[in-house]
């Protein structure tokens, strides 16, 4: 199973994101790639990408569950995101392989990935053999790592987890009141996402990013949609923000390069899932 995090959250507004703002003079169904962008949506949308990453930091659980033919899959991260380091716990289970767990912790440049067995065989592309040596261990990437590394660096920082998190076309504002507190609801199409070391992702259907009234930080994101006969439903939940995120090096661990150099990965195989859960796509 691969697991890509797109938490899909957005950004075309700035740097690198991914939500695409485009306008059309047809159909008005929110619900509807076509649908016009609304400028008082596109507005707060900027408004609570800029308020999460000025905050610097903040808590995350995301959850994906996707129903294909093969069966149903599912995936839980729960994470913190950083503007330079962040950290990611992330289970997974699904018809073909199983139960799986791993956790990635960046630093700045640097990706750690420590998982079990299943979790290193699916996600750093490595043999059996090599997995069952290394579960449990630290396991360091670099940038020369390529693909393997982009896939495990997705989506952990704050920049990141936003961009690759929420995807949609900003074409309705609306409003909602939950547990007293007022907030503002975006909602529209969902938009292709470019994952690192994963391509884009494109998937048919809706999102709604809840943010709060008072301080247009994003308090909930849910998605629904389909790609290639697979129904996906995404939620992801944002708190403590500002607050200091424990991710610190390892003090031990062993590289991803020496263990590539020792013929431990299986040849033709792809760079696996990565430590991004991507709510649109589980392949």
Not at 180 to 186: E, H, P, S
Request: hydrophobic share 35%.
């Amino acid at each position: 199973m691969f697991i890509a995090v797109a938490i899909l959250v957005v950004v075309g507004l700035l740097a690198g994101g991914g939500v695409a703002l485009f306008g059309s003079s047809s159909p008005t169904n929110p619900s509807s790639p076509l649908a016009p962008v609304s400028p008082a949506a596109r507005t707060a949308l900027r408004q609570a990408i800029a308020a999460a990453e000025s905050a610097g930091s903040f808590h995350y659980v995301s959850s994906t569950t996707t129903v294909a033919s093969s069966g149903t899959s599912s995936a839980t991260t729960l994470g913190d995101a950083g503007k330079s380091s962040g950290v990611q716990e992330i289970t997974t289970n699904d018809p073909t392989n199983g139960p799986a767990s791993f956790t990635v912790l960046v630093v700045g440049t640097t990706a750690y990935f420590r998982g079990d067995v299943p979790a290193i065989e699916e996600n750093l592309n490595l043999t059996s053999q090599v997995a069952q040596a290394h579960s449990g261990q630290w396991i360091s990437l670099q940038p020369s790592d390529g693909s393997v590394y982009a896939s495990v660096y997705a989506a952990v920082n704050t920049h990141d987890a936003l961009a690759e998190n929420i995807s949609i076309k900003p074409q309705q504002l609306g409003s909602a009141t939950q547990g007293g507190k007022n907030l503002d609801t975006i909602t529209g199409a969902l938009t292709p996402v470019v994952i690192p070391g994963q391509g884009t992702q494109n998937m048919s259907g809706t999102g709604t990013l809840e943010i709060s009234a008072r301080t247009h930080l994003p308090v909930r994101y849910d998605e629904h949609g389909t790609s290639k006969g697979q129904r996906t439903t995404f939620t992801m939940t944002f708190n403590s923000y500002g607050e200091q995120v424990a991710a610190n090096a390892p003090t031990s661990s062993t590289t991803y390069a020496s263990i590539a150099a020792s013929g431990g990965t299986n040849p033709g195989g792809g760079a696996g899932g990565g430590g991004a859960t991507s709510p649109t796509f589980l392949t």
